[in-house]
């Protein structure tokens, strides 16, 4: 078990060249960076991970932010106990839903940055882009002292994209907060994290609009609607233990608020930190501590409460396309065996079910890779192996097969105590293949470089090709378009990051849009296991996992966009 998951802090913060800050090792990509300084990598809550299926041992302990609970996962600690006197099987039911729902919620990722999507309308060229030397002089501060000084754009050439960035900077409590994001709507990119919904101009990363909210976010939608409408969690204060009360409707395309409506309770022992909130139809989902409930988008009236299936209690949601319930089966018998993990789909509308499939004991399901169709991986972390499980639209099992190569953590959600099954940026799917960001596997579960792209027939479960990055780079297919896989290169020893194109047939990544050297360091402190990405019309957003407050000389890069130069 590495430092990642034992709960280990991270190594201590640094800055980068460009006044950005990051914590952890430092990059082998960029030499040119002081030793100590670099981009962190992805700490959950030093408590029980966010898993879906039997929960592991929670990790050593470490610090725990002195700060108001960030919004994503669902209820964490400081709950008093409900459960006295009550029977064994709700007991444990119950527990491992605040387990599942809550865990991480304090992703400390410094960046990594990843999503690209479309082929440029010129031709492509040779996918390992140019070096350039770098325009750090030497003295801490990159071209021009700090962020304000930095221009990533110094020495761009003819073709190359325009890269921006917006920093940070509203003042956050404790060690920091989470970021959600990013949605393009119009002419705007946006994000939330703790008090406040943001828009920025696309062409330009300039702030719009910002929704200012009374008390802080303790649960964010996946997405929006496809009407722009975005869903959050709000605090019922804003003091240490507050809980998660009441939903709010903010239109991304006004920057107006909408209606405010306040959670009713399932049963007496629904008290939440925060909510696991997802987006389908016209239909918001909210999981929490082994209860859920779905609301109207449009209106916030409630559509349907809490059901169970058998034995098996709600977990957690997927969005989208369909609306997707993970749930933990407790043996009814014996509230200390192991449980068992059911994926099922349901009537947006109602909540009813529409089918289900039960995992067999021992295994977690990770993430859902594709929702149309329905892709998810699930793992055995005592066997070390971990599996890719293809369903048909009526639920059906259309391939399972236990996968050879290795994947970031972020994408079969091995001991990653962040987020929820939607964390996954790294894969995209057709009608009949799967293309996921691989690697040759180590000795655990996640890898930390994925620098190839698999294609898996979902038919068969088979790998069907691999197709490698640029030598020493890490690739992540982030869309499919015109009959292409759109993949993001990151940031290499002196070189920038790039979108490259190749055939869903395989063959060698070309690169599309690429951005300047100068940007490097700014793309790099966007770290792979934090970031989150979105390609959208050409351009690339990246949106840091984390930030912290603003210190002099000391900024935390929130976004990060380029596109090709008109």
Not at 536 to 554: A, Q, T
Request: a neutral charge; charged letters at 20%.
């Amino acid at each position: 078990m590495t430092g990642r998951e034992s709960g280990e802090p991270p190594a201590p913060e640094g800055q980068w060249p460009d006044g950005s800050r990051g914590a952890g090792a430092t990059p082998p990509q960029l030499p040119s960076v002081p030793p100590g300084y670099g981009p962190g990598y992805g700490y959950g809550h030093p408590g029980q991970p966010r898993e879906f299926g039997p929960p592991l041992p929670p990790p050593a302990p470490g610090p725990v932010p002195a700060a108001v609970p960030a919004p994503g996962g669902g209820g964490g600690g400081g709950l008093r106990n409900p459960f006295k006197g009550r029977p064994a099987v709700l007991v444990a039911a119950v527990t491992v839903g605040l387990l599942l729902i809550g865990g991480g919620v304090y992703a400390v990722a410094r960046g990594g940055g990843d999503e690209p999507g479309k082929p440029a309308a010129k031709g492509t060229e040779s996918a390992t882009p140019s070096g350039s030397p770098s325009v750090d002089q030497g003295d801490g501060k990159g071209a021009g002292g700090g962020s304000e000084g930095y221009d990533p754009n110094a020495g761009i050439k003819d073709g190359e994209a325009r890269v921006w960035f917006s920093d940070n900077k509203t003042e956050l409590p404790g060690s920091g907060v989470q970021q959600y994001g990013p949605w393009r709507v119009g002419d705007v990119v946006v994000k939330a994290m703790f008090k406040e919904v943001t828009a920025l101009g696309v062409a330009d990363g300039q702030e719009k609009w910002k929704v200012s909210l009374k008390a802080p976010l303790c649960g964010v939608a996946q997405a929006p609607s496809a009407s722009g409408k975005l869903i959050v969690g709000v605090l019922d204060n804003d003091a240490a233990g507050a809980h998660c009360t009441h939903l709010q409707q903010i239109d991304l395309a006004t920057g107006k608020e909408g209606w405010k409506v306040e959670v009713p309770k399932e049963n007496a022992y629904d008290s939440n930190l925060t909510l696991d909130l997802v987006v389908s139809g016209d239909t918001v989902a909210v999981a929490r501590s082994a209860v859920m409930s779905g609301f109207s988008v449009t209106d916030g009236k409630k559509l349907f409460g809490t059901s169970k299936t058998g034995n098996c209690y709600p977990a957690t949601f997927g969005g989208g396309a369909r609306l997707i319930v993970l749930r933990n089966c407790p043996d009814p018998k014996d509230a200390t065996a192991e449980q068992q993990v059911m994926i099922e789909e349901l009537d947006p509308a109602t909540g009813a079910p529409k089918w289900n499939h039960t995992y067999e004991k021992g295994w977690r399901v990770g993430r859902i890779l594709s929702m149309d169709p329905l892709v998810v991986t699930a793992y055995v972390n005592e066997r070390k192996i971990w599996n890719i499980t293809a369903f048909t639209a009526d639920g059906k099992v259309r391939s399972q097969t236990t996968s050879k190569f290795g994947i970031d953590k972020r994408c079969n959600g091995w001991g990653d105590g962040t987020n929820g099954p939607h964390y996954c940026d790294g894969a995209v799917a057709d009608a009949d293949t799967l293309y996921i960001a691989g690697g040759k596997p180590g000795p655990e579960l996640g890898i930390d470089k994925t620098d190839e792209v698999v294609a898996v027939d979902l038919n068969t479960g088979r790998e069907k090709w691999h197709a490698a990055a640029p030598e020493g780079r890490t690739i992540w297919p982030v869309a499919i378009e015109n009959g292409k896989i759109i993949a993001y290169v990151w940031p290499g020893a002196g070189e920038a990051g790039a979108i490259v194109s190749l055939p869903t047939t395989g063959g060698t990544p070309e690169v599309v849009l690429r951005s300047p050297a100068a940007a490097a360091g700014a793309q790099s402190v966007f770290y792979p296991h934090g970031v989150r990405m979105t390609w959208s019309d050409g351009r690339l957003f990246l949106l840091n996992g984390m930030v912290r407050s603003p210190e002099p000389k000391k900024v935390d890069h929130a976004v990060l966009s380029f596109a090709r130069v008109s």
